[in-house]
Nanobody, 125 residues
Framework: QVQLLESGGGLVPNGGSLRLSCTAS????????MGWFRQAPGKERDFVAA????????TYAGSAKGRFTITRDNAKNTVDLQMNSLKPDDTAIYYC??????????????????WGQGTQVTVSS
């Protein structure tokens, strides 16, 4: 059974930092893209960041660029999201995703077919 398990969410003040981690089990995704998405209450699930199979190429949503960094460790089957300079607008449930469809870093959520259960990030104003 394939599982993605996120950790690292929590409550931080405006301007604070958090590091989210996602560990995959049940299969390896070292040949596939992985990414992070987020969903705020009443809104659609939005792209945050993605990384290609090798870890060399990344892509970010405009709101994340310059503040967030996505990395992966294929030996450990993990993908992390370092979030700095957090704002109240970053408050959402953050989801880890893995794709068996693409190797490149893609922003389209429909290209990802495995999802974690989500971890809550709350940024206080």
């Amino acid at each position: 059974q394939v599982q993605l398990l996120e950790s690292g969410g929590g409550l931080v003040p405006n301007g604070g930092s958090l590091r989210l981690s996602c560990t995959a089990s049940g299969r390896t995704f070292s040949s596939n893209a992985m990414g992070w998405f987020r969903q705020a209450p009443g809104k659609e699930r939005d792209f945050v960041a993605a990384i290609d199979y090798s870890g060399a190429i990344t892509t970010y949503a405009g709101s994340a660029k310059g503040r967030f960094t996505i990395t992966r460790d294929n030996a450990k089957n993990t993908v992390d999201l370092q979030m700095n300079s957090l704002k109240p607008d970053d408050t959402a449930i953050y989801y880890c995703a893995a794709s068996t469809i693409i190797r490149r870093a893609g922003a389209d959520r429909f290209l990802y077919d495995y999802w974690g259960q989500g971890t809550q990030v709350t940024v206080s104003s």
